[in-house]
């Protein structure tokens, strides 16, 4: 039962693996999925691993969920690994060299759609620019601000940053509301 | 791989100790985290350049499976071979393996708890603020070098990607293709 959901998690993003838990399997209902869906994106690391691993842990218990992540990044590393290997080999090639010359403004420019995304979300709550612009969230403007300022000033490294701007909003939920 | 880079002992130790702490503590999907992951290897290790590490995320992004993990595998494999591959893919999916199996048994009094919001809300600030550093220092780079068409490929793919929801893997093959065509000299490298 576990491997066969190795398969369908491998190659997954959450439709694909919402029609081979429900639809295909029947381990969990459409509604415990939507539970799934919105813990996986609220709780730290990549949604694909934290979905396979809730379903998993669901089914199955702590082996389901090892099996589950297992079966999900097993086709990711010997894809990887491959592609990794053909790159450091034919890296040099000019048909390979335009293709990479091609993606990396593309990389810039997904990072920069993320960077606004975050944004919005993080003052207003919303992925996309607000229709109207209320004000931002003043707790989370004040540790946004903070950080910036902390990381351009090289004060904060990435985890100091990430669990430091955690317990500041904490710490300001107490003053300000 | 790459000879700048002493692997030893404490190279492991780093490259395990530092994937795994932004993947415990980066709350989002690829794009949160490979910036992330960015920020500590290219700018505080130095172990890659920014070219090489944005051409290791380009061919994660391209294949299929999760682009975070993906990314993880191919840099690790980069810097330290198979073992490298091992050691940042187990730091990328340890930190959800446990921290699901823990919240999946008592879900309900996680998602609802106001303290937990707060602090994931504050987490998530603080993530935006090193995006859009990484972000910003990118795109000045890109830019300064004043060459049209990837400053073009640039703003497309930004305004398709955020106005319109463009899928990514969609842009990605325009890019390729548009890279393959008209990029191959030798100036845009």
Same mark, same amino acid.
């Given at each position: ?10 190659y997954a993003?959450?439709?694909? #693996? ?8 029947h381990w #969990? ?10 813990i996986?994106q ?24 090892v ?14 690994i ?18 990479l010359?091609?993606?990396r403004?593309?990389?810039v ?16 709550n ?8 209320s004000?931002p ?9 903070v950080s910036?300022?902390? #990381? ?17 909003s ?8 | 791989?790459n ?11 780093e ?7 932004i ?10 985290i ?9 700018d ?7 070219k090489?590490?944005?051409?290791l ?14 990314a ?5 494999y980069?810097?330290?071979g ?27 009094a ?33 830019l ?19 106005f ?16 393959y065509?008209?990029?191959?000299d030798e100036?845009?490298?």
């Open positions: 039962m576990v491997g066969a959901f190795c398969v369908g998690g491998g993003s959450i439709p694909l #693996i919402q029609t081979q838990v429900i639809d295909v399997h #969990i209902s459409f509604s415990e999925f939507m539970d799934v869906v919105a996986s609220m709780t730290p690391g990549p949604i694909g691993i934290n979905a396979a691993t809730f379903v998993g842990t669901k089914v199955a218990g702590i082996g389901g969920a099996a589950a992540t297992a079966g999900f990044v097993t086709p990711s590393l010997i894809i990887m491959a592609l990794a290997k053909l790159l450091a080999k034919y890296g040099d090639m000019g048909a390979i060299r335009g293709v010359n091609g993606l403004p593309a990389v420019a997904l990072i920069a759609s993320a960077g606004v995304m975050f944004l919005t979300l993080s003052l207003w919303e992925e996309k620019l607000p229709a109207v612009w004000d969230d003043l707790v989370s403007t004040i540790v946004l601000l910036l300022v902390l #990381i351009k000033k090289k004060i904060c490294g990435v985890i100091q940053t990430l669990v430091g701007s955690g317990l500041l904490l710490a300001l939920h107490f003053f300000i509301k | 791989m000879n700048s880079v002493v692997i030893d002992k404490k190279f492991y130790w490259l395990f100790k530092s994937t795994f702490l993947s415990a503590f980066t709350v989002g999907g690829g794009f949160v490979i910036p992330l992951l960015k920020a500590k290897y290219v505080h290790y130095k172990w890659m350049s920014d090489e590490a944005l051409d995320v380009s061919v994660a992004q391209s294949a299929p499976g999760v682009v975070a993990v993906n993880a595998i191919i840099i690790g980069r810097l330290a198979y073992t490298g591959a091992a050691v940042t893919l187990l730091a990328t999916v340890l930190p959800p393996l446990i921290t699901l199996t823990v919240i999946s048994y008592f879900y309900d996680f998602a609802h708890n106001y303290y937990v919001q707060i602090l994931l809300r504050g987490m998530q600030c603080g993530a935006t603020a090193l995006i859009l550093d990484v972000g910003i220092n990118l795109l000045q780079k890109e300064k070098k004043k060459l049209l068409l990837p400053c073009l490929i640039i703003f497309g793919t930004f305004i398709a990607n955020y319109f929801q463009v899928n990514i893997m969609y842009l990605i093959l325009i890019d390729a293709v548009i890279g065509l008209w990029l191959q100036k845009y490298s």
